[in-house]
């Protein structure tokens, strides 16, 4: 298991950049650079080395500096996973959301892949079927854990 946070403010560069946890305050000796899991503090990236089932839960406050839509979500291997999605409605700049995902990801026997975290480009909007560009995400007190449930 791994645990990762990142607890001051962060302006991502863009609306589709990832968030880069500063610190990992848990990490059992199985998710370490010998083991299922590659992390260094200070990267967006986690690289599962293993096949298994993943346990991955996320959460942030999140705002932005003008009112619309900030949305995040569980990338792997640079493709957006269904599921992860959270979608943050900003009406007033500044004015933080909690927002939080849960998701088993499975990773193929013999392959790896690349976890992030990071701000989803563009949203379908409810009252259109037409993509909305979503604004540049501002993060707080972002937590990540990862956890092999088998395999």
Sequence with gaps: MIQSYQETIETLSSNSSPITFQTDCIRTRSANCCGWLQHSEGSPLYKILNGGNYRVTFNANVT????????????????????????????????????????VVPVCCRGDAT?????????????????????????????????????
């Excluded at 957006?80 to 939080?100: E, F, R």
């Design 64 to 103: 932005s500096a003008t009112a619309g839509s900030v949305a995040l979500g569980l990338y792997m291997d640079g493709i957006l996973l269904p599921g992860t999605t959270t979608i943050a409605q900003v009406t007033t700049a500044g004015d933080y959301t909690n927002v939080s995902f849960n998701k």
């Design 115 to 151: 976890l992030t975290v990071q701000s989803v480009p563009s949203i379908l909007s409810t009252l259109t079927p037409t993509p909305t560009a979503t604004q540049i995400p501002i993060i707080q007190n972002a937590n990540l854990s990862i956890t092999k449930i088998n395999g």
